[in-house]
């Protein structure tokens, strides 16, 4: 026969559910634990790359010339020295994360080929792609006049009061020199 479990046991398992419970809503972003989130960093990894840079790059072009134009591959593989991979990753809270590949294929020290998604985006498109997320309102840099002329005037501030001489006892030190 089992013996029922001591108040305090109880007490001690209803407790230990409740905060095992808790642990699963701090992932949540609806009521109260969602008003107050931590500050996240965008995460941009890679190398971007549009439309009028891939249009440069072209068969025939030495790697130097494609590292000029594209920058430097974010991976370059000792066992596949003929193909460059320039990868880009971007992260932002509300925003959907992009996720883009360019790989560059030589024979030898020249282009042969480019393998790129259809849907590059062009300069114009990736900047207003990473403008403020929808809903956001645009940061306001400086005030109006009329908002100048509302703020508060300084109080004027006292001319400092001369300064003490330092006092100290007053010492003498032998020359630096033998002479």
Known sequence: MRRPLAPAATAALVAA???LAGCGTLDRTDGLLGAITPY???IVQGNVITKEQLAV???GLTRLQVRDVLGSPLLTDPF???RWDYLFTLRRLGTEPQRRAVVVFFDGDRVRSVQAPADLP???EFVASIGRPVGQRPLKLE??????????RPAPVAPPAALPAPQGPARSY???EGG
């Open 17 to 19: 559910s409740a905060l």
């Open 40 to 42: 996240r960093i965008d």
């Open 57 to 59: 790059v072209r068969p």
């Open 80 to 82: 596949h020295a003929d």
């Open 122 to 124: 062009s300069e114009r």
């Open 143 to 152: 005030l109006t006049e009329a908002e100048r002329q509302a703020l508060p």
């Open 174 to 176: 032998p020359p630096l």
